[in-house]
């Protein structure tokens, strides 16, 4: 697989966030000390489009949200269910993914990435709900460092802050977190945003 465009290393963590600010100008991002923070309330809009058809699937206006502050690049989606894009990978039989394969084992090039966007299974339960066994997390954040080239990112979608200083041998840096609120009676996720440390 080609890589996915490249990263500008000239535009600043201050540039996207007022890239960000350009498209969703009533929504909470800033810089804070040496990383990015913010809360998105989504609010009732969520359920159009494919997050209706799928179980646990994101709305629509949060990538849009996540891709305001990476214009420049193609995302490749772990776990992408049922996004319609052109660089997806999920296991589940039923899923629009492109590629049919396993994020513990990617078949992608080392370092042939610049942003993977990631919404794995939260618990048990929605795995089970799926029909998938649990996300080893650890497991799926090494694939995603071989395959990201240096200082790629890494975006993942999750109820936990995830290890991302792995045993000394997989290194990520924080480049961003931020709180996503879907709607009431919802759980409250998280975004972390990393970058691949050689």
């Known amino acids: 697989m080609k890589a996915l465009l490249e990263v500008d290393r000239t535009v600043t963590m201050q540039d996207r966030v007022n890239n960000y600010r350009r498209e969703f100008p009533k929504s909470h991002l800033c810089v804070v000390n040496d990383h990015i923070e913010g809360l998105w309330i989504i609010g009732h809009s969520y359920a159009s489009g494919y997050s209706r058809e799928w179980y646990g699937a994101y709305p629509s206006s949060l990538l849009r949200r996540i891709m305001a502050i990476f214009p420049e690049l193609k995302p490749f989606h772990l776990f992408s269910g049922w996004v319609d894009a052109d660089w997806t990978l999920d296991l589940h039989r039923k899923s629009r993914a492109r590629i049919r394969g396993d994020a513990h084992d990617l078949p992608l090039r080392p370092e042939s990435l610049e942003l993977i966007v990631a919404d794995p299974p939260y618990t048990e339960e929605d795995a089970k709900h799926y029909g998938m066994p649990m996300v080893r997390r650890t497991r ?6 071989h395959a990201l080239k240096p200082e790629g990112f890494l975006v993942w979608l999750d109820l936990m802050y ?20 879907i709607s009431t009676m919802h759980r409250i996720r998280q975004l972390t945003f990393l970058t691949k440390v050689e």
Do not use: N
């Not at 799926?140 to 460092?145: F, K, S």
């Not at 995830?162 to 609120?181: A, E, M, R, T």
């Open 140 to 145: 799926v954040l090494g694939e995603c460092w």
């Open 162 to 181: 995830p290890q991302f200083v792995l045993f000394d041998q997989y290194k990520y840096d924080l480049y961003g977190i931020v709180g996503v609120i």
